[in-house]
């Protein structure tokens, strides 16, 4: 009898001991679901300004990110740029139009606008002003907003001389290239803008 009633109470603590470790488990189950949620909430990225975006822009390629700055130029033909500026005005970053916006609304000129998109980088290389050169050379015309040609609002975020012809500005990537690599080992420039995906008016 006495053995029985020591086999009873091992087998009724044993199952005492499954109960409390399942419910151990479901406790940490709803930790790791409650956890997404939470990081999902965090992945939101805070909105900064254009001078902290252009700090870190090298770190942030291919990132989603909200940027606040009053836009003091659109592209005319056809609106699917517009710049954004910092505490300087050649503190100046490039957002251009994606999909989903398709255009900017010519009402952003001089308001501050707040996007949601994503970091690209582009580089000038030697390779990129050799090309230049020979569209030069074959009599092809710069074009307002397109390419090395850009507008005025373009030069000045690329840090270029506004008064200078192409060649000389072409001379000028040159030497700011041959510092680069001297400095970082690095033959090429970098320029950042953001690809919108949303934007809106800050009023």
């Known amino acids: 009898m006495k053995m029985k009633q020591i086999m009873f109470r091992g087998a009724a603590l044993g199952l005492l001991l499954v109960l409390t470790a399942c419910g151990g488990g479901?406790?940490?189950?709803?930790e790791q679901r409650a956890a997404p949620q939470t990081a999902d909430a965090a992945a939101t990225p805070a909105v900064v300004g254009v001078d902290s975006l252009l700090a870190d822009a090298a770190s942030l390629v291919g990132r989603q990110v909200r940027i606040e700055g009053v836009c003091t130029h659109i592209c005319k033909h056809g609106g699917r740029k517009i710049f954004l500026m910092g505490s300087a005005?050649?503190?100046?970053?490039?957002?251009?139009?994606?999909?989903?916006?398709?255009?900017f609304s010519p009402v952003?000129?001089?308001?501050?606008?707040r996007v949601t998109g994503t970091v690209c980088e582009s580089r000038i290389d030697e390779a990129y002003l050799a090309a230049w050169e020979a569209r030069l050379h074959s009599g092809e015309g710069e074009r307002h907003g397109d390419g090395e040609g850009g507008c005025t609002t373009e030069k000045q975020a690329r840090g270029e001389s506004l008064e200078a012809g192409a060649a000389r500005r072409i001379a000028d990537f040159r030497r700011r290239i041959a510092e680069r690599e001297a400095r970082e080992g690095k033959a090429y420039l970098s320029f950042y803008h953001v690809e919108g995906s949303a934007y809106e008016i800050v009023e």
């Open 108 to 113: 952003c000129v001089n308001r501050p606008v």
């Open 26 to 30: 479901g406790s940490r189950t709803r």
């Open 89 to 103: 005005p050649r503190r100046l970053l490039r957002i251009e139009a994606g999909e989903r916006i398709g255009s």
